[in-house]
């Protein structure tokens, strides 16, 4: 069961705050040192009922956005064209990369290997 402090650290996590700032925010530690926060904010991460809640927490947010990569890549993809349209096209090939990297095909992911090249000897 979590009490209302730990529900707010939660509630913290989700907003994008790190642990030793959702800590503060939702504990009374002015005096407390950094080191001490940043030990208790990783064990409060720890305990499974907070994980849990925090991934309950995640899911309910995805489910509200509802934005999936197909979105995503649908957005990129009308940026792609418009830009095109208004000859950016540093801008579409922005776009590009973005679809690219949604795919798992950003260049981090490449393996390129330079081509075997045989040395043909001439006879005249």
Known sequence: MLTPKNEKFCQNIITGMSGTDAYRNAYNCQNTKDNVIYVRACELLKKPEVAIRIDELRQAVAQKSQITALDLIEQLEEARQSAMEA?????????????????????????????????????E
């Open 87 to 123: 000859g950016q096209s540093s801008a579409a090939v922005s776009a590009i990369m973005g679809k690219a990297k949604l795919l798992g095909l950003g260049a981090e992911n490449i393996n390129i290997k330079p081509p075997k090249i045989e040395l043909v000897k001439f006879v």
